[in-house]
C-alpha cells in the first residue's frame, strides 16, 4: 500500500509528536520523512533534536553532521550540534569550526547561534572572543527574555554583569 503521507506531512507529524514528548513516535515519523525524501534536511536536524532532548548525544551527533553535509549553512544543525559537544565537553573546537562556517553563510545571524559561539570560546579559554560574540548575542536577542537571561548568565561567568539588561 502506497503511503499516502509526502515527506513534509510525515516531517510535520513528527513536530507534533515531539512537542507532545511522544520522541519513539517523533522518531518514527522524521525516518520515514527521510525514506520518502533523502534530500529533505528538516527531518534529519528535527531527528538530532530529539536525540539531543534525549541525552543521546552520540546518535544526535550523527544526525546533525549527517545535516551539514547536505546543507553546511544550516545554522539549527551547526547550533545543536555545538550545543552536544557543550553538553558532552568533547569535540568543542570541531563545534566551534561547523558553527563559525555556518554563521558565515547567514545573514543575520541569530542571536542564539552568537550564544553558542560565545559559550564555545568560553569552553575553550578565548574569554575575549566569548566576551565580543555574548554581547553581540544580547544586543540581537530583544524580544526574547529568556535569552538574554541565559545570555547574562554566560556572561558572568566571564564576569560581565552589565551591558545586557532585560527590557522588563
Known sequence: MKDPLTAEEHNNLGVIYEREGKHEL???EYKRASAI???LVTPIVNTGNVYLKLGKYKKAV???KKALKKDPANIEAANNL???YIETGENLEEGLSYLLAATKL???VPAYALDTVGVLYL???DRGKARK???????????SEEL???????LAELGEYEGCESEK
Open 26 to 28: 517523533a522518531l518514527r
Open 37 to 39: 525524501d533523502g534530500e
Open 62 to 64: 550523527k544526525y546533525y
Open 82 to 84: 555545538a550545543s552536544a
Open 106 to 108: 547567514q545573514e543575520p
Open 123 to 125: 569552553k575553550t579559554g
Open 133 to 143: 560574540y555574548l554581547t553581540e548575542a544580547c544586543k540581537s536577542a530583544s524580544g
Open 148 to 154: 538574554k537571561e541565559e545570555i547574562k548568565s554566560h
